[in-house]
């Protein structure tokens, strides 16, 4: 299996991950303010990465230099305007809609991926990302009609954001060491989540938030949060995206609602419909012909 492969393989993984955890970050967000949430998730992981690289790769702190500071600080501020339009957004619209909205990053990384890394669109590509697309659409929607309300802007942004990331990981991914890009971008997530916080959400007094912390499902989502769905799953992403074209990676995580709907049906009781199990095959199919009709992306 070629390294291609492998890295796809590896991000399919991280949707999965990211799908599975997603009904316990939104039990423990209605405990804890998601911006709140979502300062500490990532502060934490871009401690966790960073305790990782004094242990075992020391030497990589040589490797940071003022564009990889910058560069981490871009792809940081655009991991961090998903979440925020994303939490903001759900204020005004219905999970439905975000779901659907956000997906449609699928649809916009092959566009940034032409414009940032000249990849050419194929075929093959418009097929993946239009299945892809339609598949979230029966997912989210289950057979009634798309209404759009003042919120699906903030949501569209939030698609727009997370394209952004993808399209530029692919950019930065293969000119630095993986850890010191996913820390330095986890600790920008973190501060300007913890600063948005303190400037948008009643997170309480300190004694209260103290309270909040120690419940038991923030606890759980913090402990899944902050190392396997943040600080192993960015860093899994940004090495994988050095072996694999963005637009693959966006039909990938096209599947973490797949997952996310498949964890509600098992741990939930929520009920897939017939519209919302074609989506997921859809979507699976989509990424299934991404795989074995996409060109692997040459490693340099």
């Known amino acids: 299996m070629n390294r291609s492969r492998i890295a796809d393989l590896s991000l399919l993984i991280v949707a999965m991950m990211w799908g599975c955890t997603f009904l316990i970050v939104q039990h423990a967000v209605r405990v804890l303010p998601p911006l709140a949430f979502n300062g500490i998730r990532f502060l934490g992981a871009a401690v966790l990465l960073a305790l990782i690289i004094t242990f075992f790769y020391r030497s990589q702190w040589r490797d940071i230099s003022g564009k990889m500071l910058l560069h981490s600080c871009l792809l940081g501020l655009f991991l961090f305007l998903g979440y925020a339009f994303q939490t903001v957004g759900l204020l005004y619209?219905?999970?439905?809609?975000?779901?659907?909205?956000?997906?449609?990053?699928?649809?916009?990384?092959?566009?940034?991926?032409?414009?940032?890394?000249?990849?050419?669109?194929?075929?093959?590509?418009?097929?993946?990302?239009?299945?892809?697309?339609?598949?979230?659409?029966?997912?989210?929607?289950?057979?009634?009609?798309?209404?759009?309300?003042?919120?699906?802007?903030?949501?569209?942004?939030?698609?727009?954001?997370?394209?952004?990331?993808?399209?530029?990981?692919?950019?930065?991914?293969?000119?630095?060491?993986?850890?010191?890009?996913?820390?330095?971008?986890?600790?920008?997530?973190?501060?300007?989540?913890?600063?948005?916080?303190?400037?948008?959400?009643?997170?309480?007094?300190?004694?209260?938030?103290?309270?909040?912390?120690?419940?038991?499902?923030?606890?759980?989502?913090?402990?899944?949060?902050?190392?396997?769905?943040?600080?192993?799953?960015?860093?899994?992403?940004?090495?994988?995206?050095?072996?694999?074209?963005?637009?693959?990676?966006?039909?990938i995580f096209a599947m973490e609602p797949v997952f996310a709907a498949l964890t509600g049906v098992t741990f939930g009781g929520e009920v897939l419909g017939a519209a919302a199990g074609l989506g997921c095959i859809c979507i699976f199919a989509g990424m299934i012909l991404a795989e074995l009709k996409s060109a692997p992306r040459e490693v340099q």
């Open 93 to 251: 619209t219905t999970t439905s809609n975000a779901g659907f909205i956000t997906g449609l990053s699928v649809v916009f990384v092959p566009f940034l991926a032409l414009l940032l890394l000249k990849s050419p669109i194929s075929r093959y590509t418009w097929i993946s990302a239009l299945l892809a697309a339609a598949g979230l659409y029966l997912l989210a929607f289950a057979g009634t009609a798309l209404t759009l309300n003042k919120g699906d802007f903030l949501i569209f942004l939030c698609a727009v954001a997370f394209a952004l990331h993808v399209a530029y990981t692919g950019v930065f991914a293969p000119r630095y060491s993986a850890l010191p890009l996913a820390a330095m971008q986890m600790a920008v997530v973190g501060l300007l989540s913890l600063l948005s916080s303190l400037l948008f959400e009643d997170v309480g007094p300190l004694a209260q938030v103290a309270d909040r912390l120690l419940k038991p499902e923030v606890i759980w989502a913090l402990l899944v949060s902050i190392g396997p769905t943040s600080a192993f799953a960015f860093w899994i992403q940004t090495v994988c995206q050095k072996y694999t074209n963005p637009s693959r990676v966006a039909v």
